[in-house]
């Protein structure tokens, strides 16, 4: 069973904390992508939401519209969504957001719901096909844990009303491991307590503390300003 309008209704109002009061992290990414934000550039990052989550946000605002894709890629990314519970959608562009109005992506964005190897949620990881193009992937430590409280709430609420919500990031979760090992390589997560671990998918997935001053090391290229 899908989520239905009310229950999108009710994550809205509980997913609204900042990823950081400090930090405009649109600002700090926009110089890097062409003066917009990667994560509000359909070039980059198809927003994909469910019908029923289409349905509430066409009664809040004008703001949203079906995406057209322009490219074979995109195409080819739309039509995968034939017969789905999905849709593509993209909004008027950065200059023109209702925070109140994001999508339940939006809002998450560059995290999703972590998954350990044993299948249970233990916090927030990256998209990591964003890396290098995503500022806040690169300066984790910037993360506040009222974002975090919320992230996990609201994601943990749409698991109930869900089940295929939950699958789709513990798939999504277990990828991400494969594709780290591959690399011979390892990638940080935030915990629910706003503690950071390291997974180390060659061991299993085996999570270990990681420190913010080794977060720091993610940072090349992309500062905090004053570095």
Known sequence: ????????????????APISKIYNCGAKCAPLN??????????????IVEKSEYA???????MWKPF????????SEIADLKGSESCAV????AEFCERDNRSLACRSFPFFPYFDAEKNLVGLAHYWSFEGL???????????????????AMHEFMFKKDEDWRTTYVAHSAAMRR??????????????????RWVLPQLGGKMVPATKKELQSLRAGFTLGQD
């Open 68 to 75: 057209v894709a322009r490219t074979p890629d995109q195409k």
């Open 134 to 152: 995503c500022w806040v992937i690169h300066n984790l430590t910037i993360v506040e844990k009222p974002f975090v409280d919320q992230f996990m």
């Open 34 to 47: 062409g003066g917009v934000p990667v994560c509000c550039d359909t070039g980059h990052a198809i927003p």
């Open 179 to 196: 594709v780290y090992s591959r690399r011979g390589d390892k990638f940080p997560v935030i915990m629910r307590d706003s503690t950071y």
């Open 90 to 93: 993209e909004c008027r562009g």
């Open 1 to 16: 069973m899908t989520a239905s309008a009310r229950d999108y209704a009710a994550v809205y109002s509980g997913f609204q």
């Open 56 to 62: 509430l946000l066409k009664t809040r605002t004008q």
